[in-house]
């Protein structure tokens, strides 16, 4: 088992729909981290969050600690949004465990 | 400055050749961390430096993998004697000192053995 698993693997939604992809983490962590990647393979960092909840134009990322599960939500989707997004917790020495990711396609 | 900086972007080799890719950080991080994703998978920890420091080495690491950063700024991965099953994209990340700082990467170089 994956110390970060990510649901769903594949996702698929109408312009404009509110989307949630979901991260569950097995280990202790410092610190979790939504990333994007695009075609080619650039990674993006989207959110660190070790607490609560952050926000950033139509992307939401919350973390529950103690369930050791976090979210995050893209409002207003748009095609634009097409892209693999990682889910990866920060362990000892800022190393990252990352998720499989989840392929999100957004059609108009 | 930038960003992370990786050369080449796409390598093909042969079986057998030797492979080396490079990674330059932001300027100012002095860690620097070495991934390796499959298709289809997320990213998997490869080696990480702080400074000029090999502080840590996956288990995923061959003895055909090296990787150094002589003066604590780029950094080299190399491949040696390649195997078809090390094509993969080969991610590097910066980042500052300090718990849970943000993490910086380059567009990765994708290797292909051929």
């Known amino acids: 088992k994956n110390e970060v698993e990510q649901s769903p693997q594949n996702l698929t939604a109408q312009e404009g729909e509110f989307i949630t992809i979901n991260c569950s983490y097995s280990?202790?962590?410092?610190?979790l981290h939504w990333l994007q990647q695009h075609p080619g393979g650039g990674i993006v960092s989207l959110f660190m969050?070790?607490?609560g909840k952050k926000k950033h134009g139509r992307l939401i990322a919350t973390i529950n600690i103690q369930e050791k599960h976090s979210s995050l939500h893209i409002t207003a989707s748009h095609p634009r949004d097409s892209a693999v997004y990682i889910c990866a917790a920060t362990l000892g020495g800022n190393k990252l465990v990352f998720g499989a990711g989840t392929i999100l396609r957004v059609k108009s | 400055d930038t960003g992370v900086s990786q050369n080449p972007r796409h390598k093909i080799t042969k079986r057998g050749q030797n492979v080396t890719f490079r990674c330059d950080p932001i300027?100012?991080?002095?860690?620097l961390y070495w991934y390796r994703q499959t298709l289809g998978q997320g990213p998997e920890f490869l080696t990480y430096f702080q400074n000029e420091a090999q502080l840590e080495k996956s288990r995923l690491l061959s003895d055909r993998f090296s990787a150094e950063r002589p003066k604590g700024s780029f950094s080299t991965l190399e491949i040696q004697r390649t195997e078809q099953g090390d094509s993969a994209m080969y991610l590097c990340a910066s980042s500052a000192q300090g718990s849970d700082t943000e993490a910086f990467f380059g567009q990765g170089t994708r290797l292909t053995v051929v």
């Open positions: 969050l070790s607490s």
């Open positions: 300027s100012e991080h002095n860690r």
């Open positions: 280990v202790g962590i410092s610190a």
